[in-house]
């Protein structure tokens, strides 16, 4: 199911080099639906201190600073991670996604075993999952805006834009971390104000966003994989253990206490250690985190 790699695009990347450059070892980071690679600059930062090696947070098909596209598929964000490892000749890979990415980066690890390493996923799994779609208002929100309009009430202020949106937007969106996070996608461009998201792509493929490639049915990736899940269990509980074992077979489970679907804002330091421990190949001793179990 090798697919031509002239229909990847070149992601926009942000590269951190590890603080003992002799490490040949690397992380390539991909966030989830609606981010970008600055969602993950902070950790890109410890981990590279951590000396994990070189570290790549990219920003996906249609977010952030890449190219836009029609296409949406995870077989299409494989390629695209594929060719950002083989541009930078990136070695011992280890693919770290949330969400969205954390698909993206499963299916990478099963459609190009040999190119990788070890995989964290974070707070997703391969069972095709209706929470996504929970998005859809946001998006819809995102959409029904008329930035154009609003970039002229303010004279092209970012600014100002951003916080009449927070005001107009507070009541909808109850969760101030939240909408600060949608808002990140708000962008001045040669003096038009923007969302840098491509909205009209998202909305076009959520079928393909909210499942999970038939295609790759029967494959498995055998290396190492973490998975972290929250505590809410919304988008990777008890019931998606099957589906993750099928696939991943060397599949090690926590969940971290007190976070919702963005665990890594709500706990960045426990995501951190969780990801140095597995990439340094350290036994995972959970009396030294009080705040992750084992999901068996």
């Not at 964290?120 to 996504?132: G, H, L, Q, R, T």
């Not at 040669?190 to 909205?199: A, D, M, R, Y």
């Not at 890594?264 to 030294?288: G, Q, R, W, Y």
Request: include cysteine; aromatic fraction near 6%; charge should be positive.
């Amino acid at each position: 199911m090798e697919r031509k790699m002239s229909n990847a695009l070149r992601l926009s990347r942000l590269v951190l080099q590890s603080v003992n450059v002799s490490i040949r070892s690397s992380i390539l980071i991909c966030h989830g639906l609606l981010g970008s690679k600055q969602n993950w600059k902070s950790i890109s930062k410890a981990l590279a201190q951590n000396n994990c090696g070189t570290v790549v947070a990219v920003d996906l098909r249609n977010h952030g600073s890449s190219p836009h596209s029609d296409y949406m598929s995870y077989l299409h964000m494989a390629e695209d991670i594929l060719a950002v490892v083989d541009d930078l000749s990136l070695q011992n890979v280890c693919l770290v996604g949330h969400s969205m990415g954390g698909k993206a980066v499963m299916c990478a690890a099963l459609m190009r075993p040999e190119k990788y390493n070890k995989l964290v996923v974070i707070d997703i799994s391969p069972k095709p999952k209706s929470a996504v779609r929970s998005l859809t208002p946001l998006v819809d929100l995102m959409s029904s805006v008329n930035l154009q309009v609003l970039g002229h009430k303010y004279n092209g202020n970012i600014s100002l834009v951003r916080n009449s949106l927070i005001k107009e937007w507070s009541e909808t969106v109850s969760n101030p971390t939240m909408l600060a996070f949608i808002l990140t996608n708000l962008i001045e461009k040669n003096g038009e104000i923007l969302w840098k998201v491509n909205l009209s792509s998202v909305k076009n493929c959520w079928n393909q966003i909210a499942s999970f490639p038939t295609e790759l049915d029967g494959r498995v990736y055998s290396q190492p994989v973490l998975f972290i899940a929250a505590s809410d269990e919304t988008y990777l509980g008890q019931s998606d253990v099957p589906a993750i074992r099928k696939y991943f077979p060397e599949a090690k489970i926590l969940r971290i206490a007190n976070t919702g679907h963005w665990v890594h804002f709500d706990a960045p330091n426990t995501v951190i250690n969780l990801i140095t421990t597995f990439i340094l190949e350290k036994p995972f001793d959970l009396t030294s985190f009080t705040d992750v179990t084992e999901l068996i």
